[in-house]
């Protein structure tokens, strides 16, 4: 804005000068006088904004984790100036709003009139001007969450909302707490889809008898969610003094301090130059310019299962890693299929092999979200190859959502260097050119992993092979778009299509739905995924949708949170089904009597769309009770509890 005012004014002094006196009209003074003063006005405008913003200086400053790390960090909007479009790119990506202050702009949480109960506790939650508030009442110990203010006794405890985690599926609150600027979780998470509150150990896909442990954000969530952060704790001193290079997941996460960047490019000379010459910057990185696997490092520094060599020296001084260096020795990923190739990771797993939990097929393929760096890494074109996270991701040519490159959607990402594909496509994929059996990513990506309450592409590309989903439990590309057919079908067509020899399968594993089995027989992440592909459009087009009512109902009374959640959403796209209410933490008594809801109106809607033995609906449209209960069963009660 001043920099208008000033190119405004400079304009007409040079105008004064240069045209005679008599040649001026009158009306262009006054109309650079007037935009002077609406670009002025502009500005002081903008000031004020920005005054209000942070006007809890004192707050923000002691009670939440705070800019100002060394290291040469200058914050995002230090790039704007020199880099508007690449700025305007970012800001509006969900890297930069992934961590903010809690403020009327950024809190979607309903906080006016909110009274919320778990386990004894009620958490009231309102406004007071500009800040939000939880009281809570603790009917049962008399605890707090935090070391607010107290209020008419030790059950009740007044805090303020500090700040926030996520803008695109759901957010997460965290009040301030001790020691110093440590931040605990609020336990409840707002889902955007479904405007609703929910205990936040509801979003997680755990077993329910587990007691999970209240997050430290400090502690757990920091290292990913924004840039530079430095947890400073002292343990001798017993004390917490968190700061980072900027709140949300900023330029510099990604391109490395810019301090010494900036103050070389002051000089306009130098600018101009390297505009020109097209050649790159050498004090800032461009991820652009690395080799591939360097590249994916920079993104691999949060989207990877990591764990730091030194922990007290990352406890006290941050991460060493910066943008353009390898990830090792600092950072070790722990990704079990290669871990024998690094002995850092080897020890460490011989001394904490809980380490692997809940995150792993049983090969040691990666299953969870946020963590595609370790599913890439596994892949043949990442191990005899050069792709990256950037053959088909952008930062900045991307939309929002994904950030896939523009063009990146469909096969060429894969073509791009798989060329022979590129023509006669049918010829390999045997289905028709259009179909969404012809896009790689469906046989080779497929939605195995899960994480934020759905299923998502798995990042470690493979053939769709039955031998493997009959030996770790991953559903293979076939099968979660056909889900009226068995693995032995499948089976049939990849040894006729591909020569693939034919895999070792039991009776019920040749003869029924595979989708069926993991909905009915399959252990929570397999009935999770069998939900999701439920609901799947393109699953839907192949193997008809009707049928698939008796399967989501039983679904709706499943013993894990997330799995009813995914059934709930999926049944709601059937046909007849969109208005269907169902409360996935609801009563036991409410999710069976919804459970019967459901039975009944698919009965009514008359003959379903699909029969037969292998969905285990007879040629009248009878479920066949017994077969189910039968499969229900046999189901994999084994205890899970997915990390995101
Ligand atoms: C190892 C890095 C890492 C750690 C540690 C981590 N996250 Fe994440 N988180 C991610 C990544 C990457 C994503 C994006 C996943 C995606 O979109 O598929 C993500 C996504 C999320 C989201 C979804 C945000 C949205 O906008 O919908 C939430 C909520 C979340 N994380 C919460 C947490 C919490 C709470 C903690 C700490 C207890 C935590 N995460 C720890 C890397 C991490
Ligand atoms: C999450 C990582 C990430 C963040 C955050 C990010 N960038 Fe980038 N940036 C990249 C990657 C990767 C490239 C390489 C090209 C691409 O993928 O779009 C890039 C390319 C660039 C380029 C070079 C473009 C070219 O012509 O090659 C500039 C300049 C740039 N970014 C500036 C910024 C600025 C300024 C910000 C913050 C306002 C920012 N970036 C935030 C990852 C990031
Ligand atoms: C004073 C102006 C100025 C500021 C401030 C500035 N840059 Fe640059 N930047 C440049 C110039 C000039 C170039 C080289 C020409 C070009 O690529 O546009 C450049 C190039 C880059 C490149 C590409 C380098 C390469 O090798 O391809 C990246 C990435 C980048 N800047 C990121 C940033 C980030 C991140 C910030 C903020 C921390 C920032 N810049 C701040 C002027 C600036
Ligand atoms: C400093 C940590 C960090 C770095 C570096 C980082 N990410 Fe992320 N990324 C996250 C987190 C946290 C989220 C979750 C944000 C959200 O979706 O709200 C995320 C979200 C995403 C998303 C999903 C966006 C959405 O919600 O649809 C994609 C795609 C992604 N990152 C790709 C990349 C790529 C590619 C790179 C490397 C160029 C990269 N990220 C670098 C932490 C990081
Ligand atoms: C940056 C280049 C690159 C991209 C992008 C890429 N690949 Fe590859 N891929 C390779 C290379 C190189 C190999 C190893 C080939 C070899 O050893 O002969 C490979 C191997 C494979 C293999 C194993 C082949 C075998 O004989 O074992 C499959 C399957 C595969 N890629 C599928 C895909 C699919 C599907 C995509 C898109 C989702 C994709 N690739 C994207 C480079 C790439
Ligand atoms: C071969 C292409 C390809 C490569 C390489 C690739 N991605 Fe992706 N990625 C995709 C596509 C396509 C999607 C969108 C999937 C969809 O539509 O559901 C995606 C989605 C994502 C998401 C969002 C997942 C979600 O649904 O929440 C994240 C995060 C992500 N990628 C991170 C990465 C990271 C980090 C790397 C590098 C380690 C990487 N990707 C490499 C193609 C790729
Ligand atoms: C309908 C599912 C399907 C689709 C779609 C598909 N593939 Fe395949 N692909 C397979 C199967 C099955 C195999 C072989 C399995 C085996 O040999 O074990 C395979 C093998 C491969 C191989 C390794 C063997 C070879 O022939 O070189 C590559 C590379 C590959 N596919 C790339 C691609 C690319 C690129 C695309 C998109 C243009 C694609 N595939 C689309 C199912 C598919
Ligand atoms: C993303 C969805 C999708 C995936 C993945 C997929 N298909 Fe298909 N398939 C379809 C659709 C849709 C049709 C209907 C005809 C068409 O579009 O070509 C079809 C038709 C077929 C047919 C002929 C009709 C029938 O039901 O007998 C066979 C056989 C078949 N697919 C086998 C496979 C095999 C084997 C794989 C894995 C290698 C596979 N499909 C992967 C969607 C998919």
Known sequence: MEWLVFIVLAGFGLWRALVPTGRRPQWVTWAVLASALLAGGGAWGWNVQRVKLVSDEEFVQTRLPHTGRPGGYVSSDGCLACHTRRYQSWRRSFHRTMTQFARPDTVRGQFDHTVLKLDGKTYTLSRDGENFMVELEDTESGGGVSDGTAEAGASRVVSRVGMLTGSHHMQVYWIPSRPGNLQRDLPFTYLFDDHRWVPLRDTFLRDPNIRGTPDKWNFDCMECHTTAGVPGEDRAEGTLDTSLGEMGIGCESCHGPGEEHENANHNPLRRYVLRLSGKGDPTIVNPARLPPKLASQVCGQCHGIKYYGNMKEYLEQGEDFRPGRDLSPGIHILQPTRAAADPNVANLLRRQPDLLAGRYWPDGKERVSGRDYNALIDSPCYQRGEISCLSCHSMHESSPTNQVRAGME???????????????????????????????????????????????????????????????????????????????????????????????????????????????????????????????????????????????????????????????????????????????????????????????????????????????????????????????????????????
């Open 410 to 644: 469909g096969n060429q990402a894969c073509t791009q260097c798989h060329q022979q594909f590129e023509n006669n496509l049918a010829a390999h994929t045997h289905h028709d050119p259009q179909s969404s059996g012809s896009l790689c990513y469906n046989c080779h990506m497929p939605y195995t992993t899960y994480g934020l309450l759905k299923a998502i592409r798995s990042h470690f590309v493979e053939n769709p092979s039955v031998a493997t989903t009959v030996n770790t439990g991953r559903p293979n590309g076939c099968n979660i778009c056909h889900l009226d057919r068995s693995l032995g079908w499948t089976d049939g067509h990849l040894t006729a299509w591909y020569g693939v020899k034919p895999a070792a399968l039991t009776d019920e594993q040749r003869n029924i739905s595979a989708a069926v089995l993991w909905a009915l027989r399959g252990d929570a992440g397999q009935r999770a995924l069998a939900a999701w592909y439920m609901g799947w459009e393109p699953a839907r087009r192949a193997s008809g949708e009707r049928w698939l009512t008796p399967y989501l109902a039983q679904l709706l009374t499943d013993p894990y949170s997330a799995v009813r959640y995914i059934a709930g959403h999926s049944l709601q796209r059937m046909p007849g089904f969109q208005n269907f209410a169902f409360d996935f933490i609801g009563s036991p008594q409410e999710r069976e009597g919804a459970r019967l809801r459901a039975l009944e109106a698919w009965q009514q809607a008359g003959l379903p769309d699909r029969t037969g033995a292998a969905i285990l609906i007879s040629p009248r449209g009878d479920l066949q009770d017994n077969a189910v209960t039968n499969l229900l069963q046999q189901r994999d009660n084994l205890s899970m509890d997915l990390k995101e």
